[in-house]
């Protein structure tokens, strides 16, 4: 017999060993000997001084606990027909596992490093603030998700099987606990080996992965795809290709634009990150004065506003964590935020971002076509590059400075590595999101008292929060125009994280697979 359960416990209950079993047993009227639990969901209630721990049951009595329910079937693949699959994120990384499920051999080309290699170029990016435009927090290996928090939270539970991607993250070396939390995460310590182990699965399989391999040109002969240049310099014959290259490969934006292949421009957000010490947010979230208990993890917030007829709210998210320079090319200042697997940290950091209507909101950029909303993306970075002082260091300010409109003459302290220049960012932002962070921050600290404080600062830009550029694709996932190619992912516009770029993956491997 099988019976699901809910329990709540209080803190001192969760910190008290088999509390949460002897709870059950005096629910069920039962002896502990006489059933086995298994964990289905747990989550954290802060909302009242008294913190609750929430936990979802099933309760197994006289029958064994069955194992996790996806079985991964990788076929040997290596003398099937090719799909080919341009970039290893999370979209092409799952859509590589796919294909060896469905008996067709990936060959996946990215234009980056393996995920050890990879490292050297954060060390150049961070210590010598030197880009490399191929490889960086990125491009390379495992894509944007590999060196991140790993938050693996999605809301795009129609597109795909979410617990099918968890598990399979299990399967190639994740804590089971992500099965479980009601907010997963892995860390940027734990990813990279779980991308590795992905990659030597696609090769053991007879899957093939090509580092250092840049897509430099597409040829098209009667709305086919017949092939790809790779470096400017060897041609490869492709059927069936996924495009997964991520929001931030602009070449493959201008490439397609460059041959006339239909792209859209695609709404989007921009804004800045802002840094606390994490005990704030840690005092706000648990009412704790600071001192959070140990078994209670570093806080977390979601805020979101509306102000004058725009989005203003918090992305990405990292508590315990740090922020990095996620720059792609020389001459560009980009912040993004990631955290360990503990999340032990002092620091909590967020994208605070306004949307962005490209239909509305930068008609100057009408000249630009589809990729209007691209190069207001860049203007700013390059505005952040240089009020940073032409380096990789970014322009800051107090956020209570930021709001009042004043210089902030220091900064506090900060786990931004390249570091910090006191900028005057409430007049270089243009006035669409200036002006509506500055209310959105001060709406903010009425929701949470203490976060609009002098000991945050802002720090600029966060600017990469999704795509400005939709690649359409029809109801077959194939682009309308031209056959062959399959827009896939967070760079076609239609993913928004780890979960929902790997579940696209999939999808788009089922698609190419039909179209044989």
């Known amino acids: 017999m099988v019976k699901n359960l809910q329990i709540r ?23 502990e000997a006489e059933f086995v639990l298994k964990i289905l969901r747990k989550s954290i209630d802060a909302r009242k001084p008294d913190v609750i721990f929430n936990y979802k049951l099933a309760v197994f009595i006289g029958e064994d606990v ?24 999370p979209a092409g990384m799952w859509a590589a596992l796919r294909c060896l499920e469905l008996g067709f ?11 050890q290699d990879r490292r050297r170029d954060l060390k150049a990016i961070n210590q010598d603030h030197c880009v490399n435009e191929d490889s960086n927090y990125c491009f390379g290996e495992g894509g944007a998700g590999t060196y991140s928090d790993g938050k693996l939270y999605t809301r795009s539970l129609k597109r795909g099987d979410v617990r099918r991607i968890f598990e399979s993250l299990v399967h190639h070396g994740a804590t089971e606990q992500i099965l479980v939390d009601a907010h997963p995460h892995i860390g940027t310590n734990k990813l990279p080996k779980i991308v590795q182990n992905i990659r030597e699965t696609i090769i053991a399989h007879g899957g093939e992965v090509h580092f250092n391999t840049k897509i430099t040109d597409f040829v098209v002969r009667d709305n086919q795809l017949k092939s790809i240049v790779l470096n400017n310099k060897n041609e490869m014959e492709v059927e069936r290709v996924i495009l997964a290259t991520g929001h931030s490969a602009r070449d493959i934006f201008y490439l397609l634009d460059r041959k006339k292949i239909a792209l859209t421009a695609k709404s989007f957000a921009m804004g800045v990150r802002i840094e606390h010490p994490q005990h704030i947010i840690d005092s706000i979230q648990y009412n704790c004065g600071g001192q959070r208990h140990e078994l209670l993890p570093a806080a977390a917030y979601s805020l979101v506003e509306q102000v004058k007829g725009r989005g203003v709210y918090s992305f990405c998210m990292c508590p315990g964590g740090f922020i990095v320079p996620a720059a792609t090319a020389p001459g560009e200042v980009v912040v993004n935020g990631m955290s360990p697997s503990r999340r032990n940290n002092p620091f909590a950091n ?32 390059r505005l952040a590059f240089t009020s940073g002082g032409r380096t990789q260091v970014a322009p800051s300010q107090r956020v209570t400075d930021f709001v009042e409109g004043r210089i902030s003459t220091d900064l506090n302290p900060t786990s931004y590595q390249p570091g910090l220049q006191s900028a005057p960012l409430h007049s270089l932002l243009p006035r669409l999101i200036g002006s509506r962070l500055r209310k959105g921050f001060e709406e903010f600290g009425k929701k949470m008292k203490g976060y609009y404080t002098a000991e945050a600062n802002i720090v600029g830009v966060e600017s990469r929060t999704s795509s400005p550029v939709n690649i359409p694709r029809n109801k077959n996932l194939e682009h309308p125009e031209i056959k062959g190619l399959f827009p896939c ?10 979960v929902s770029a790997a579940m696209d993956g999939e999808r788009c491997a089922e698609a190419a697979a039909k179209g044989f």
């Not at 967070?490 to 780890?498: C, K, R």
């Open 489 to 498: 992912g967070e760079g076609g516009g239609y993913a928004g994280g780890i």
């Open 66 to 89: 069955p194992s996790n329910t996806h079985i991964f079937d990788y076929k040997n693949v290596s003398k099937s027909r090719p799909v080919h699959i341009i970039g290893f994120g």
């Open 9 to 31: 416990l209080s803190l001192v209950e969760e910190a008290q060993k088999g509390s949460l079993k002897q709870r059950a047993a005096k629910y069920l009227g039962l002896s």
């Open 105 to 115: 051999k990936p060959i996946v080309l990215e234009r980056g490093k393996n995920v």
């Open 350 to 381: 967020s994208g605070i971002v306004v949307e962005i209507n490209v239909d509305e909101d930068i008609r100057n950029y009408e000249r630009f076509g589809a990729l209007k909303g691209l190069e207001y993306q860049k203007d700013l970075e």
